[in-house]
């Protein structure tokens, strides 16, 4: 981005254009999204649920549903697992503890 700058003519350093990009453009906290993906899930869940008790859904259909919604969630918290795990290791490899991974 700052080389796009200077071909148009920027002449402030390559610091300011970072700062300016960060500011501009954050970055999506993808942990954050994902724990709310998982939280909505399980409210569907829940909301399947009672409508199986409540006989709005039929028991066969609903509980095929509800099997196939727990296999989801449990991928997306998987995927957090491992987003945290790998977050957990880089930050040993950058401390310098790789030996504590093997």
Do not use: C
Request: proline residues 2%.
């Amino acid at each position: 981005m700052y080389l796009y700058a200077k071909f148009l003519g920027y002449e402030s350093s390559i610091i300011a254009v970072d700062h300016w990009v960060s500011a501009t453009y954050p970055k999506p906290d993808h942990y954050k999204v994902l724990l709310h993906e998982i939280q909505e899930m399980q409210e569907d869940i829940r909301k399947l649920r009672e409508d199986i008790e409540n006989y709005a859904v039929k028991r066969d259909a609903g509980v095929a549903r509800i099997a196939q919604m727990q296999k989801e969630l449990r991928g997306t918290i998987a995927q957090v697992d491992s987003f945290v795990s790998s977050k957990d290791r880089k930050g040993l490899l950058l401390a310098g503890e790789d030996l504590a991974l093997r």
